[in-house]
């Protein structure tokens, strides 16, 4: 049985892929149960590791936790929907040009879309965060994202690099999804 920062740090590990060491404690104990390993890059989940995560990140089905979470997926859905649109706009300009950002006007459109859409997002976050603690570290660090690209930073729109709102957003996505033990892939058949 793990404790509590034990699962915390491997869950995070799930969400972004590879981690730099963090506590050596509770990485040399998550290595000794062959649930990651460490490699020059970082410490990566291996095989059983994704498959005690997924369990330990499932809630109960059926539960009154589960249907909240499963109500704020299926809001969540078309906001993904646009957030995909907008990261796609500030990368590649109508025509399929690629943004070479010299263009404030149409960069400012697009990051007052991503504001919009955060407004909206927000409250939603907030709830699925009242439901189960894991999830309440996610509007504050997409703010936290938001504010650094209205002080000009825009790496934090995409960048893979750093917490972006991007890469917030989507690790929130997959959180939903282990949460509800729904597959990704079968998003595809349930989108219009």
Known sequence: MLDDETWLFLHEVRLRGVVDNGDDVVMLHLVERGLVVQSARGVHVTTAGRAAHADWARLAPRSDDEAAVRRTYERFLPLNRELIHICNDWQVRPGGVPNDHRDPQYDWSVIDRLHAL?????PMINRVGRVHSRF??????LRSALGRIDDGDHEWITSPRCDSYHTVWMQLHEDVLLALGVERSSEDDATP
């Open 136 to 141: 309440a570290g996610y509007a504050p660090r």
């Open 118 to 122: 955060h407004d909206r997002a927000v």
